[in-house]
């Protein structure tokens, strides 16, 4: 009997486990992990829309929107990628993931920039693309 219950103790441990690791990945690491894959298509599409918002009104106008496009749908991400994250704070206090300051004003910087694509406004894109790298924890390669 002894040996039984000891056996159902050890198998339904084993189960927890599972279950908790499970859950542990699901539903705290995917959405860690899912926002550094977006701010590695951020810091990609700084890249590649460069000449877009250095240049702005002076590109193709399926360039410009396309651009425009990108980075409203990015900042959005963004912004909701931090609301999905449970326990955010602690995971910025270890730095895991950008403050979320940081990101509001990344997400913010993302919005002037694609307003800012097809005419000139107070935002300006390179000094706007340095400090969402900034912000983001993205190298500038410069």
Known sequence: MTELRTAALTVLGGVLVYVLGHM?????????LEQRRL??????SLVF???????PGKGRPEAMAEARDAFRDQASELRA???TVPCYGIFAWLRRVPALRAVIQASHDL???SNSIHT????TGPETSLRIRQLLGIPSGD
């Open 81 to 83: 990628s931090a609301y």
């Open 120 to 123: 000139a406004t107070v935002v």
């Open 49 to 55: 829309y460069a000449n877009e918002y250095s240049n």
């Open 24 to 32: 542990l990945e699901k539903f705290v690491l995917e959405p860690v």
């Open 111 to 113: 919005i002037g920039l």
């Open 39 to 44: 701010i590695g298509q951020i810091a990609s």
